[in-house]
């Protein structure tokens, strides 16, 4: 059974950092892009961060940049999302991605991905 796995999310106060993972089983995503999106209460999921299927490039989301790093470790099949400077708008579900494309480049474009992780809570208090 193909699984992203996330973990890592908790309660942090404003200014805090978190460290978010998602482990893949069942089959390897090494040569895809990976994304994080996430779901705030009564919003739509939304583009976090992607690095393509090497590693090599990575894009954010404007409210993330300077704050969150995307990175993946190849040989261990795991993504990270280090979330530095926490904000009370970065509460929601966050949740792992495995794209579709083949030697893919980063993308923001949800479509671009069809399989998704369980989810992780992150909540920042003000």
């Known amino acids: 059974q193909v699984q992203l796995v996330e973990s890592g999310g908790g309660l942090v106060e404003t200014g805090g950092s978190l460290r978010l993972s998602c482990v893949t089983s069942g089959r390897s995503f090494i040569m895809y892009p990976m994304g994080w999106f996430r779901r705030a209460p009564g919003k739509e999921r939304e583009f976090v961060a992607a690095?393509?299927?090497?590693?090599?490039?990575?894009i954010y989301v404007d409210s993330v940049k300077e704050r969150f790093t995307i990175s993946r470790d190849r040989a261990q099949n795991t993504l990270y999302l280090q979330m530095n400077n926490l904000k009370p708008e970065d509460t929601a579900v966050y949740y792992c991605?495995?794209?579709?494309?083949?030697?893919?480049?980063?993308?923001?474009?949800?479509?671009?991905?069809?399989?998704w992780g369980q989810g992780t809570q992150v909540t920042v208090s003000s």
């Open positions: 991605a495995a794209g579709t494309k083949y030697q893919g480049a980063a993308t923001r474009y949800i479509n671009a991905y069809n399989t």
């Open positions: 690095i393509s299927w090497i590693g090599s490039r990575t």
